[in-house]
């Protein structure tokens, strides 16, 4: 895991090497004080001689200030490593999460991606930030002190060696406890960021409902149980501070102690006593520090899991080590393919299909909710792999094709569709970079969305809310069919692109399809017969498996279901 979170520190390795350089300089000249402080006392101010404490006086302030200088340029350099380590993580997260397919973000969850990218990493900033400075710096002044204290009096210094172990063993049993509680806590954070995206997504579908109370709820709940599991684990983190004041304490008084009774018998100064007393800070100080870092540390463990997880994960789909990077035509053929979302589930949702589209044709899919329409679709341009069989696009199974070039190929409308904020020309733009204003109203015509774009204040460059709030559903639809075309695709798949738009439009798209885009393969979806009516090829879906094909006549003479849905969508059901 350090392994692989260590790859991002890159440009960064030179600050994360000189903070604790600077560090490390800096107690030394911290350490040094008290020597210094403790020959001023006894060679200048016991002996009262002014000259010798002006001497020994600017060398105390000259280790001073180089103490601050070097301190100073430790923390710069350790602020800037930290950040930088952050934001190269954040990037390769982000990166990798773009390779993700449907699969992989289905595993993770958006709400749990969007924790981990956001204060995940800030733990982990915080907790690099401590070890490239407090982590390095607690053990150099420990080693230093300690040598120090022990050139004193290596008698009194003895008093150190018994608090370390007490200390030690106390610190483990806190960081044993409360490491599971941070891990649980972090989950919650998921939890968290899922009800208030969920919420904030469906504003509109939570206010209609007066489903407010509701809401705030389950947010409160989350929310408590957040704050239930971090009382716990920072009371087990409480006992720290108190451990470390009793070790303090102790050593100074056990100093004092034995310090008083050595001064009596001359066998010590009261300027070594008093930077015996400066060695006991330092040192305590510094395994305290310490343990502050383990803190750190712990916290972070559980994020820097996390986040490593998500720089692991491989994404499902990947290219073949020679992928194809043409694809022939716009023909479809699907060999007894078999698909399920998971390999849990029971009953597969594709059930042994076999079809085959020639290039150019219209084809038309109809079915009940949940026939599995939207799971057909989708294995064409690989938004996921097929469990059994295979699936062809121009001849050439879709796992041999770069996965750029197949989805250039093939454009899907997605059922859930979504636009983006930014104008309506960034909008269709998605479909290609490089289009030019020509392109995008060619396109819009085909769409049928040219007219009511025109009719906006600002035309084209009207400005689309997230998530296309300003604009109907009806028109969002058309959006998204323009921008799908822009590619140029060989193959235009429509999942229930047109279920908003009224039936005369519907059939003007249609239309326009067939004049202007002759050769490419069309594949529709539908809950209308008249959308898919006049289709070289209708497919009937019916749990996951084809109940029957052909076209309209024929399917009007040999499909019950086909029959019966005509009669209750054309005829009002009066038939
Ligand atoms: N991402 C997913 N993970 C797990 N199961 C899924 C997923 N998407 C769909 N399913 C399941 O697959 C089955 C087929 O769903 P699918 O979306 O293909 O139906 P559909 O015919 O497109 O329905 P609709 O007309 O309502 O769009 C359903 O039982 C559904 O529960
Ligand atoms: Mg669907």
């Known amino acids: 895991m350090i392994n692989r979170l260590s790859k991002s520190i890159r440009q960064y390795r030179k600050v994360s090497l000189l903070a604790p350089f600077f560090v490390t300089l800096e107690v030394i000249m911290e350490v040094l004080v008290p020597t210094i402080m403790a020959y001023l006392i006894d060679n200048g101010i016991n002996k009262g001689d002014m000259n010798a404490i002006g001497r020994i006086g600017f060398i105390l302030i000259i280790a001073c200030i180089l103490s601050l200088i070097f301190g100073v340029l430790s923390g710069k350099y350790a602020a800037e490593a930290s950040t930088g380590f952050a934001a190269n993580l954040r990037k390769d997260m982000f990166y990798r999460v773009q390779d993700f397919s449907f699969a992989n973000i289905d595993k993770f969850s958006s709400s749990s991606i969007v924790t981990r990218l956001t204060t995940d990493i800030t733990n982990l900033q915080n907790a690099y930030q401590m070890i490239v400075r407090v982590a390095v710096r607690c053990p150099v002044m420990l080693v230093f002190a300690l040598i120090m204290a022990f050139n004193v009096n290596h008698k009194l210094a003895l008093v150190f060696l018994s608090a370390i172990p007490i200390l030690g063993v106390g610190i483990f049993f806190i960081m044993k406890n409360a490491h599971p509680v941070f891990e649980k806590v972090f989950k919650m954070y998921d939890s968290l960021n899922l009800v208030v995206q969920e919420n904030l997504r469906g504003m509109r579908v939570v206010k209609s409902f007066v489903r407010e109370d509701f809401e705030e709820k389950k947010f409160k709940n989350v929310s408590k149980d957040i704050y239930d599991n971090s009382t716990k684990a920072e009371k087990l983190l409480m006992f720290n501070m108190p451990l470390m004041q009793f070790a303090m304490y102790g050593c100074i008084l056990l100093i004092s102690w034995f310090g008083a009774k050595l001064i009596l ?257 069309k594949i529709i979806i539908a809950q209308r017969i008249s959308s898919v009516q006049d289709s070289d090829k209708i497919i009937i879906l019916e749990n996951g498996h084809i109940d029957s094909m052909g076209t309209h006549s024929e399917l009007m003479e040999t499909s019950d279901i086909y029959r019966e849905l005509y009669y209750s969508q054309m005829k009002g059901g009066e038939e």
């Open 265 to 521: 018998t001359d066998s010590m100064t009261t300027g070594e006593l008093m930077s015996m007393f400066s060695y006991a800070t330092q040192i305590l100080m510094s395994l305290m520090m310490f343990s502050m870092v383990f803190v750190m540390v712990t916290m972070s463990r559980a994020s820097a899991e996390r986040i490593s997880e998500i720089l692991d994960e491989e994404s499902t789909l990947k290219n073949n080590s020679h992928p194809v990077f043409d694809v022939r035509d716009g023909s479809v053929d699907f060999e007894n393919v078999f698909f399920s979302y998971s390999d849990t589930d029971s009953a597969p949702v594709l059930n042994n299909i076999s079809l085959s589209i020639k290039s150019g044709d219209t084809i038309g899919i109809i079915g009940g909710t949940g026939s599995s329409k939207s799971s057909l679709v989708q294995l064409i341009p690989r938004l996921f792999d097929v469990t059994g069989g295979t699936v062809r696009v121009g001849g050439v199974d879709v796992r041999d094709y770069d996965i750029e070039t197949l989805r250039d190929a093939v454009s899907m409308v997605l059922q859930k569709n979504e636009l983006f904020s930014g104008t309506i020309k960034d909008n269709i733009r998605w479909g290609d970079e490089n289009a030019s204003d020509k392109d995008i109203e060619r396109v819009c015509k085909l769409a049928q969305a040219h007219e009511f774009i025109k009719d906006f204040p600002d035309g084209y460059d009207t400005y689309i809310e997230q998530g296309g709030s300003n604009v109907s559903g009806g028109q969002k639809q058309r959006l998204c069919i323009a921008r799908a075309l822009l590619k140029k695709p060989k193959i235009l798949i429509l999942d229930d692109s047109t279920s908003a738009v009224d039936t005369k439009t519907d059939s003007l798209i249609r239309r326009a399809f067939a004049e202007e885009i002759p050769d490419t393969t």
